[in-house]
């Protein structure tokens, strides 16, 4: 909440729980529900599962590596004049979209 300057009312209400929901994980009188994580990364995409759950790793999570050369080729198939893929397009849930071309 302090990294995206939310107040816990806020945070409830963006995440879409009950604000005494907030009160009470904060309290420590109840643990958060699988819901309740899931509510989190969903909205909050620099937040890592595994951080979130263990408190290993890093946050804000690192941006993922999307260089064209770790990706695996699926373009270059040389074993014949058959149909070749000319471009791979990715759609996802929020509307946005990655293509991968040759």
Same mark, same amino acid.
């Given at each position: ?16 729980? !009950? ?11 109840? +643990?958060?529900? #699988?819901?309740?994580? #899931?509510? *989190? *990364? ?6 890592? #599962?595994?951080?979130? #759950? ?29 149909? +070749?893929? !000319?471009? *791979? /397009? /990715? ?9 991968? !071309?040759?």
């Amino acid at each position: 909440m302090d990294f995206n300057e939310l107040t816990a009312s806020m945070f409830a209400d963006k995440i879409g729980v !009950q604000r005494s929901s907030i009160s009470h994980i904060l309290s420590g009188r109840n +643990k958060p529900s #699988l819901d309740f994580v #899931l509510k *989190i *990364i969903s909205e909050f995409k620099d937040v890592d #599962l595994y951080w979130l #759950l263990n408190g290993v790793g890093s946050f804000p999570k690192k941006a993922e590596n999307k260089s064209n050369a770790s990706a695996p080729s699926l373009f270059t198939s040389e074993t014949n004049d058959e149909k +070749k893929i !000319q471009r *791979i /397009v /990715v759609f996802y849930k929020d509307g946005t979209f990655e293509e991968y !071309q040759k």
